[in-house]
């Protein structure tokens, strides 16, 4: 009998102690990147602003397909369906080791949050905006990539470089295959709860072979009336305001930038699909900007993907950017682009890439800053050679690379 007792009170007292230890979540992290490096051909290539001089550079390019990175991200199981998540993302130049960002080192991405399947998700950090979250499935970047494929200077923000600081970004779960998405970057701005800020938001539908997404997006000048871009919520890559090229170098004292922008897509079948994207882009000037009139660029594009077998991936594009009638300006900027893509998978993980761009410009639109000064448009291929553009109306480029995931 005395034994029976001991015997019970060892199983009490052993369940009492595992009741006091608490139990450890499942958790997990992933450790990814890709490598990415190619050559290039450039037959007319100038510094940002220059009306001559342009020359053929013919260089090693990082990143052309994907950006060159490594990261982390992970999860932990915090019951209820719940997840504790966060991704850190380092980009660098894989031709030369350097980092990508100054003074950056998870640049591309830094944030972390909470999610669940029937609430959605909530982050905090540097990430990309709801604007871009939506949009990406039907950019033209997917197969043209950002660097030659990605509309006329990357003037609508399709492409990865849209990146936010200090952004709160909520999206839902997927109902009945619409997602939407909101996005707020405080610009920290003593006094003012707008200025340097950026307000996102877009909604997404897919189900089946159809799919299409809206996006708006304001980025607002922390410096009132416009004229010089405070860091803040700005900056894309290193302090570089978003958006300036040789489309808009003379509208980068806007007192803020606005987008909207549409997408679909539809998939005919395994070896066919196709995606189109249309934009309205304003640079609305203030007291302190250098321009008088709001500078709207229109952009329609679209892409065919063709994969005739499972190595193989063929990609064809082209685009239309017309700027309207403003600031003087009578024979407006317009903007032809036309772009190839070739990939073949040598496996799951790596693959051999061949592009080629050519864009044609005519009209005229203003000069570094603004200020009145009118000159001719001058062609800049994707968001690769916006401080680099053509020093006339055309600009061609090809481009090959190796890629590699893990």
Do not use: C
């Not at 200077?153 to 990146?163: A, E, F, S, V």
């Not at 920290?188 to 997404?213: D, E, K, M, W």
């Not at 009145?372 to 690379?401: E, K």
């Amino acid at each position: 009998m005395i034994k029976s007792i001991r015997r019970v009170d060892a199983v009490l007292f052993g369940a009492a102690i595992a009741a006091a230890v608490p139990a450890f979540a499942q958790s997990s992290v992933t450790l990814y990147g890709i490598v990415d490096n190619g050559l290039s051909y450039t037959n007319n290539q100038a510094s940002l602003g220059a009306t001559s001089g342009g020359k053929s550079a013919v260089k090693m390019t990082p990143g052309v397909w994907a950006g060159s990175r490594f990261g982390l991200k992970g999860a932990e199981d915090l019951g209820g369906g719940t997840k504790a998540i966060f991704q850190l993302e380092s980009g660098f130049n894989s031709a030369t080791g350097a980092q990508q960002y100054t003074n950056a080192m998870f640049g591309r991405q830094a944030w972390v949050g909470v999610t669940n399947s029937t609430y959605g998700t909530l982050t905090a950090g540097r990430q990309y905006a709801s604007y871009y979250q939506m949009l990406s499935p039907y950019s033209p970047t997917t197969w043209l990539t950002g660097y030659y494929g990605a509309h006329p200077g990357d003037i609508d923000g399709l492409d990865t470089i849209y990146r936010t600081n200090n952004t709160l970004e909520y999206t839902s779960p997927k109902l009945y295959g619409l997602t939407v998405s909101g996005s707020y970057s405080l610009g920290g701005v003593p006094g003012s709860f707008n200025r340097g800020s950026t307000l996102t938001t877009g909604a997404q539908y897919a189900l089946g072979p159809i799919g299409f997404a809206v996006g708006f997006s304001r980025i607002n000048n922390s410096t009132l009336g416009g004229g010089a871009w405070g860091a803040d919520s700005t900056t894309t890559n290193g302090g570089a305001q978003i958006g300036v090229s040789a489309l808009t170098n003379g509208y980068q004292t806007a007192q803020a930038q606005q987008r909207f922008a549409v997408g679909g897509g539809y998939t005919f079948n395994s070896a066919w699909d196709m995606t189109a994207t249309y934009s309205n882009v304003q640079y609305i000037p203030g007291t302190g900007s250098k321009f008088h009139d709001t500078a709207i660029f229109n952009t329609g594009g679209l892409v065919l993907h063709w994969k005739p077998a499972a190595a193989w991936d063929f990609g064809a594009g082209y685009s239309y950017t017309r700027a309207t009638r403003a600031n003087g300006i009578d024979e407006n900027a317009q903007y032809h682009q036309f772009n190839l893509s070739e990939y073949y998978s040598l496996s799951k993980r790596t693959g051999l890439y061949a592009l080629q761009a050519y864009q044609k410009a005519k009209g005229k639109t203003l000069g570094t800053n603004g200020a009145g000064q009118i000159i001719d448009a001058t062609a800049t291929l994707g968001d690769g050679y916006n401080t680099t553009p053509s020093s006339s109306g055309s600009q061609f480029a090809v481009g090959v690379g190796i890629i590699h995931r893990f």
